[in-house]
């Protein structure tokens, strides 16, 4: 009986994506007209390994109220642009490792979408995307007029220490 059961809630929870939980499995057996308790599809569950995702929760990385100076938005949301390295936009990402976080800077050409410098650090620092900005310069040779744009975050508006 179990494994038949079994068989019925590794359909329902894969179909979810893996992301329904005991109670949802269960409303979802309920639905399909078999008559099983919450706590014996957790119990069926568990022994099993059947465990939902759990969604990241959000987590503002952009720390904009500094007192740095900032400059102006020329770019002002007009992400179209004619030709490569007339605009550059930049950001970083925390990325979730098995030895903690690392945190990537990146330099990307608006015209083309590609990744024109990078850095990875331990830490979020104003180095980092110093050394992606620096990358940047020295592959791509722009040319004057170069908008290089952000979020204004303080690792953007900070005072260029070390490249």
Known sequence: M???LLGHIRAIHTSSRQTDGHRRVQAALRADGRAVGRHRAARLMRAHGLRPKTRRTFRATTASKHSHPVAANLL??????????R????????????EGWLYLAIVLDLFSRRIVGWAMDATMSQQSTSRALTMAIQRQRPGPGLVHHSDRGCQFAAANQAA
């Open 2 to 4: 179990d494994r038949a």
């Open 87 to 98: 605009v550059w936009t930049a950001d970083t990402t925390d990325i979730p490792t098995a």
């Open 76 to 85: 002002d949301r007009q992400f179209t642009v004619a030709a490569p390295n």
